[in-house]
């Protein structure tokens, strides 16, 4: 099992910038790969960033070049760093993990999930 905690979400202007932190305990993070994902109201979860266990990377298009997806397996935390936000990325973003090696961009991939940290982008 795997327990996953969010946490750095919050209220923010256009353009400005946030990092989160998503800490995991009950097994080492180096075992899988990682992502984050974010729902907003009335809406699916969709995927945002994905970081395997090699440290390989993949991003929706929407966020490429504006956040990075960053893991510390020392510390057993995987990070969001999101740049240049715009009033469309408010939502709430979830971290979740899956039992794989390599990077998976679907819900159903993930076995763990967060409780979700909020983030809201003004305008």
């Known amino acids: 099992q795997v327990q996953l905690v969010e946490s750095g979400g919050g209220l923010v202007q256009a353009g400005g910038s946030l990092r989160l932190s998503c800490a995991a305990s009950g097994r080492t993070l180096s075992l899988y790969s990682m992502g984050w994902f974010r729902q907003a109201p009335g809406k699916e979860r969709e995927f945002v960033a994905a970081i395997s266990w090699t440290f390989s990377t993949q991003y929706a298009d929407s966020v490429k070049g504006r956040f990075t997806i960053s893991r510390d397996n020392a510390k057993n935390t995987l990070y969001l760093r999101m740049d240049s936000l715009k009033p469309e990325d408010t939502a709430v973003y979830f971290c979740?993990?899956?039992?794989?090696?390599?990077?998976?961009?679907?819900?159903?991939?993930?076995?763990?999930w967060g409780q979700g940290t909020q983030v809201t982008v003004s305008s």
């Open positions: 979740a993990a899956s039992p794989t090696r390599t990077i998976r961009v679907v819900v159903a991939d993930y076995d763990y």
